[in-house]
Protein backbone atom coordinates (compact mmCIF):
# COMPACT_ATOMS: atom_id res chain seq x y z
CA UNK A 1 0.00 0.00 0.00
CA UNK A 2 1.71 3.15 -1.20
CA UNK A 3 1.47 6.38 1.32
CA UNK A 4 0.47 9.49 0.41
CA UNK A 5 3.27 12.01 1.24
CA UNK A 6 1.91 15.09 3.09
CA UNK A 7 2.16 17.61 0.59
CA UNK A 8 -0.24 15.36 -1.31
CA UNK A 9 -2.44 15.49 1.51
CA UNK A 10 -2.24 19.32 1.64
CA UNK A 11 -3.30 19.64 -1.89
CA UNK A 12 -5.74 17.42 -1.43
CA UNK A 13 -7.33 18.85 1.41
CA UNK A 14 -7.14 22.26 -0.54
CA UNK A 15 -8.94 20.64 -3.48
CA UNK A 16 -11.62 19.68 -1.21
CA UNK A 17 -12.01 23.24 0.89
CA UNK A 18 -12.17 25.02 -2.87
CA UNK A 19 -14.92 22.66 -4.22
CA UNK A 20 -16.92 23.09 -0.86
CA UNK A 21 -16.57 26.59 -1.08
CA UNK A 22 -17.49 26.60 -4.73
CA UNK A 23 -21.16 24.53 -3.86
CA UNK A 24 -21.64 26.66 -0.74
CA UNK A 25 -21.39 30.17 -1.88
CA UNK A 26 -23.48 30.39 -5.17
CA UNK A 27 -26.63 28.13 -3.97
CA UNK A 28 -27.27 29.58 -0.09
CA UNK A 29 -29.44 32.41 -1.42
CA UNK A 30 -31.12 30.40 -3.07
CA UNK A 31 -31.29 27.72 -0.15
CA UNK A 32 -32.21 30.86 1.95
CA UNK A 33 -35.32 31.47 -0.48
CA UNK A 34 -36.24 28.14 -0.27
CA UNK A 35 -36.87 28.40 3.37
CA UNK A 36 -39.01 31.48 2.77
CA UNK A 37 -36.89 34.47 3.83
CA UNK A 38 -37.45 37.67 1.75
CA UNK A 39 -34.12 39.56 0.19
CA UNK A 40 -33.37 41.33 3.25
CA UNK A 41 -33.55 38.69 5.01
CA UNK A 42 -31.30 36.51 2.71
CA UNK A 43 -28.92 39.90 3.30
CA UNK A 44 -28.73 40.01 6.80
CA UNK A 45 -27.68 36.07 6.92
CA UNK A 46 -25.07 36.93 4.46
CA UNK A 47 -23.74 39.84 6.56
CA UNK A 48 -23.96 37.73 9.58
CA UNK A 49 -22.18 35.17 7.47
CA UNK A 50 -19.47 37.26 6.54
CA UNK A 51 -19.08 39.19 9.96
CA UNK A 52 -18.32 35.79 11.69
CA UNK A 53 -16.19 34.51 9.30
CA UNK A 54 -14.24 37.60 9.28
CA UNK A 55 -14.24 37.28 13.53
CA UNK A 56 -13.51 33.67 13.83
CA UNK A 57 -10.51 33.77 11.09
CA UNK A 58 -7.47 35.48 13.19
CA UNK A 59 -9.39 33.54 16.37
CA UNK A 60 -8.52 30.11 14.96
CA UNK A 61 -5.01 31.55 13.16
CA UNK A 62 -4.26 31.96 16.64
CA UNK A 63 -5.16 28.45 17.90
CA UNK A 64 -3.40 27.18 14.55
CA UNK A 65 -0.32 29.22 15.80
CA UNK A 66 0.04 28.15 19.00
CA UNK A 67 -1.28 24.48 18.67
CA UNK A 68 -0.04 23.89 15.05
CA UNK A 69 1.81 20.26 15.73
CA UNK A 70 -1.68 18.87 16.79
CA UNK A 71 -3.92 17.17 14.36
CA UNK A 72 -7.18 18.37 16.46
CA UNK A 73 -6.76 21.82 15.43
CA UNK A 74 -8.49 20.75 11.46
CA UNK A 75 -10.20 18.43 12.99
CA UNK A 76 -11.82 20.74 15.53
CA UNK A 77 -13.11 23.64 12.97
CA UNK A 78 -14.12 20.82 10.44
CA UNK A 79 -16.24 19.31 12.75
CA UNK A 80 -17.72 22.26 14.17
CA UNK A 81 -18.31 23.55 10.54
CA UNK A 82 -19.83 20.22 9.83
CA UNK A 83 -22.19 20.13 13.02
CA UNK A 84 -22.93 23.90 11.97
CA UNK A 85 -24.25 23.34 8.97
CA UNK A 86 -26.07 20.76 9.49
CA UNK A 87 -28.16 22.49 12.15
CA UNK A 88 -27.74 25.32 9.58
CA UNK A 89 -29.88 21.99 6.87
CA UNK A 90 -32.33 21.69 10.08
CA UNK A 91 -33.10 25.62 10.80
CA UNK A 92 -36.03 27.75 9.90
CA UNK A 93 -37.24 31.15 10.93
CA UNK A 94 -34.91 34.39 9.91
CA UNK A 95 -32.95 34.07 13.82
CA UNK A 96 -32.43 30.34 13.42
CA UNK A 97 -30.82 30.41 10.52
CA UNK A 98 -28.61 33.56 11.13
CA UNK A 99 -27.35 31.89 14.01
CA UNK A 100 -26.96 28.59 12.14
CA UNK A 101 -25.10 30.76 9.30
CA UNK A 102 -22.99 32.52 11.97
CA UNK A 103 -21.88 28.97 13.72
CA UNK A 104 -21.47 27.74 10.21
CA UNK A 105 -19.37 30.73 9.17
CA UNK A 106 -17.34 31.00 12.33
CA UNK A 107 -16.28 27.43 12.46
CA UNK A 108 -15.42 27.14 8.58
CA UNK A 109 -13.08 29.99 9.37
CA UNK A 110 -10.78 28.21 10.93
CA UNK A 111 -10.46 25.83 8.13
CA UNK A 112 -8.31 27.63 5.80
CA UNK A 113 -5.69 28.77 8.22
CA UNK A 114 -5.17 25.74 9.84
CA UNK A 115 -4.62 24.15 6.82
CA UNK A 116 -2.58 26.94 6.02
CA UNK A 117 -0.61 25.81 8.72
CA UNK A 118 -0.54 22.14 8.42
CA UNK A 119 0.38 23.16 4.78
CA UNK A 120 3.79 24.70 5.86
CA UNK A 121 4.79 22.23 8.27
CA UNK A 122 4.81 20.12 4.89
CA UNK A 123 7.36 22.21 3.64
CA UNK A 124 9.53 23.40 6.18
CA UNK A 125 13.02 23.59 4.72
CA UNK A 126 11.91 25.94 1.58
CA UNK A 127 8.80 28.46 2.79
CA UNK A 128 8.68 30.24 -0.72
CA UNK A 129 7.05 26.62 -2.29
CA UNK A 130 4.08 27.37 -0.01
CA UNK A 131 2.26 28.80 -3.60
CA UNK A 132 3.16 25.31 -4.64
CA UNK A 133 1.80 23.01 -2.11
CA UNK A 134 -2.49 24.43 -2.29
Do not use: C, K, N
Not at 8 to 18: D, N
Not at 21 to 30: M, V
Not at 104 to 125: Q, Y
Request: no cysteine.
Amino acid sequence: MTRISAGARARLAYVALSAAIGALYPYIPIYYHSLGLGLGSIGLVAAVFSAAGMVGSPLWGAAADRFGRSRFVLLIPASLASGAFAALALAHGLWAVAAAAAAASFAMSGVSPVLDARALETIPDDRSRFGQAG
